[in-house]
């Protein structure tokens, strides 16, 4: 939990810190909430594809599909909006 406030404040203080998100997902993770494990790694795939980087971008999908077959829940489901 105390890594979880750290990325907080990261991507408070910069919206656009892709690995914050990333390890904010990995924080969620580990607390078994999977529907914020989503959406953070979601906001991370968001700013990562804006910026083109796929290297990243390749990481954080593989991370998506291992969550939401983790937490049996539809990709559909977490739409955002662009």
């Not at 083109?52 to 909006?81: A, C, G, H, M, T």
Request: aromatic residues 10%; charged residues 40%; without cysteine.
């Amino acid at each position: 939990e105390k890594g979880l406030v750290e990325y907080k404040k990261a991507v408070k203080k910069n919206p656009q810190d892709a690995n914050a998100y990333f390890n904010m997902s990995k924080a969620f993770d580990g607390l078994n909430e999977g529907r914020k494990a989503i959406l953070a790694a979601r906001k991370a795939q968001q700013i990562w594809e804006e910026k083109k980087d796929s290297e990243n971008s390749v990481k954080v999908r593989k991370r998506l599909r291992e969550l939401y077959k983790n937490y049996n829940l539809d990709p559909q489901e977490f739409d955002i909006p662009r």
